[in-house]
Nanobody, 121 residues
Framework: VQLQASGGGLVQAGGSLRLSCTAS????????MAWFRQDPGKGRELVAG????????YYADSVKGRFTISRDNAKNTVYLQMDSLRPEDTAVYYC???????????????WGQGTLVTVSS
């Protein structure tokens, strides 16, 4: 039972990456899903969230207009498309499944192992 995050790597500023989070032994439907990130020395930050249907999304101000969260319930996978990357986006990115159908004011009960994104200037 796990969430497997992948797609991280090293990219130059202005570049793009696409993160994937695939569930194994559990389903992403009908739960809210989210991507968090954590930089050493900083707290964990909610980057983006998506409701069970994909009809509602949330983005942190720092990534709004550059990142896009999406989901494919049939593939049991959630994505985070990251464009116009900046050095300050460097962090370990984690996907998580909420206990409910949304992504706000909820607890997250399953977490992926994290994938490192490094943006060079």
């Amino acid at each position: 039972v796990q969430l497997q995050a992948s797609g991280g790597g090293l990219v130059q500023a202005g570049g793009s990456l696409r993160l994937s989070c695939t569930a194994s032994g559990l389903t992403v439907y009908p739960y809210g899903m989210a991507w968090f990130r954590q930089d050493p020395g900083k707290g964990r930050e909610l980057v983006a969230g998506i409701s069970w249907s994909g009809g509602s999304t949330y983005y942190a101000d720092s990534v709004k207009g550059r990142f896009t969260i999406s989901r494919d319930n049939a593939k049991n996978t959630v994505y985070l498309q990251m464009d116009s990357l900046r050095p300050e986006d460097t962090a370990v990115y984690y996907c998580a499944r909420s206990r409910g159908s949304t992504y706000v004011n909820v607890r997250y009960d399953y977490w992926g192992q994290g994938t490192l994104v490094t943006v060079s200037s």
